[in-house]
């Protein structure tokens, strides 16, 4: 099993640009989350499904949209990039209701 | 909502030492109290978990205990070794809906050979 993947590792974007982080799973994981890591802030959740076709806000969810039509994919769009959210990003999957998250290996922004 | 809260931010001790990081959380209905380590570059990946029907949890050289009367919870670790270094981060998760934890700010272990 790959466990959690995101795609692409680092990113540089300018201010007003779109783009799409990837993350896929192949636990059959029904959970999935996105949060960004700033330092000394920890880990904020921006996005989370419990399924697919199911998806909710997080603590910080102004700026970024999701979806989640399979099982296995759950991408964060950024739809016009700003400087604060300049940030590492990561994906997790967890099987239901309170067990281990697993956490892909991240994503470092840079919007400039 | 849940609010968690860790210290210290930082901890600095010499190989050999032990190591504590404490946490506080506010929701008295949290159940579910995992502790993550992220080494450098990499995401954060469980290395111990508690549920609230237990009061201590032991796997080698780390232990995490619970107090749920006074909301607090530690991560211990014994004879600390350079490999530990790392940031560490409590969470906590409270049953029904998403269940997904809310996460400590993190603390920055550094074991010095």
């Known amino acids: 099993n790959a466990g959690v993947t995101q795609t692409p590792k680092f990113q540089v974007l300018k201010t007003g640009q779109s783009m799409t982080l990837q993350c896929a799973q192949d636990?059959?994981?029904?959970?999935m989350s996105w949060y960004r890591q700033d330092p000394g802030m920890g880990l904020r959740l921006i996005h989370y499904?419990?399924?697919?076709?199911?998806?909710d806000q997080g603590e910080v969810p102004n700026g970024y949209n999701v979806s989640r039509s399979t099982t296995e994919d759950f991408p964060l769009r950024l739809l016009s990039a700003a400087p604060s959210q300049t940030s590492v990003y990561f994906c997790?999957?967890?099987?239901?209701?309170?067990?281990?998250?697993?956490f892909g290996p991240g994503t470092r922004l840079t919007v400039t | 909502g849940e609010n968690v809260e860790q210290h210290p931010s930082t901890l600095s001790v010499q190989e050999g030492d032990s190591a504590v990081i404490k946490c506080t959380y506010s929701?008295?209905?949290?159940?579910?109290f995992p502790w993550y380590k992220q080494e450098l570059g990499k995401g954060p990946q469980l290395i111990i978990d508690?549920?609230?029907?237990?009061g201590e949890k032991k796997d080698q050289r780390i232990a995490v205990t619970l107090n749920k009367t006074a909301k607090h919870f530690s991560l211990h670790i014994t004879e600390t070794q350079p490999e530990d270094s790392a940031v560490y981060f409590c969470?906590?998760?409270?049953?029904?809906?998403?269940?997904?934890?809310?996460f400590g700010r993190g603390t920055s272990l550094i074991v010095h050979p």
């Open positions: 499904s419990v399924g697919a076709g199911i998806t």
């Open positions: 929701d008295s209905a949290s159940n579910y």
């Open positions: 997790a999957s967890s099987p239901p209701a309170g067990y281990e998250q697993y």
């Open positions: 969470a906590a998760s409270v049953p029904g809906g998403s269940y997904i934890p809310t």
């Open positions: 636990m059959n994981h029904e959970y």
């Open positions: 508690i549920r609230s029907n237990v």
